[in-house]
Nanobody, 123 residues
Framework: QVQLVESGGGLVQPGGSLRLSCAAS????????MGWYRQAPGNQRELVAT???????NYAESVKGRFTISRDNAKNTVYLQMTSLKPEDTAVYYC?????????????????WGQGTQVTVSS
């Protein structure tokens, strides 16, 4: 199957920066898109940013100009560079990938999620 492994979360002061990483591994055939979502206490999970195979990106209005999503196709890895962080950015951040993967003698397409990494912005 497929696994997504995240890293880079932690505690940072307002105005600071963090870079999240998410590496996909397993019997991958094609990764169509990867993205980041977040969920704060009392809120629903929301889209932060996505990136497709051709490099097209999409951002939530609340993070435009502050966050940058990028991708290393050779490493099956997606990054989220976060700058000018605010307390309201505090949330659990989840990596997501739309993947076609090998299963026995055929292939399947599925939506995979990472385990989540905590980002806390506080003084």
């Amino acid at each position: 199957q497929v696994q997504l492994v995240e890293s880079g979360g932690g505690l940072v002061q307002p105005g600071g920066s963090l870079r999240l990483s998410c590496a996909a591994s397993g019997n991958i055939f094609t990764i169509y898109a990867m993205g980041w979502y977040r969920q704060a206490p009392g809120n629903q999970r929301e889209l932060v940013a996505t990136i497709t195979g051709d490099g097209s990106t999409n951002y939530a209005e609340s993070v435009k100009g502050r966050f940058t999503i990028s991708r290393d196709n050779a490493k099956n890895t997606v990054y989220l560079q976060m700058t000018s962080l605010k307390p309201e950015d505090t949330a659990v951040y989840y990596c997501n990938a739309d993947i076609t993967y090998n299963h026995r003698i055929t292939t399947r397409r599925g939506d995979f999620w990472g385990q989540g990494t905590q980002v806390t912005v506080s003084s």
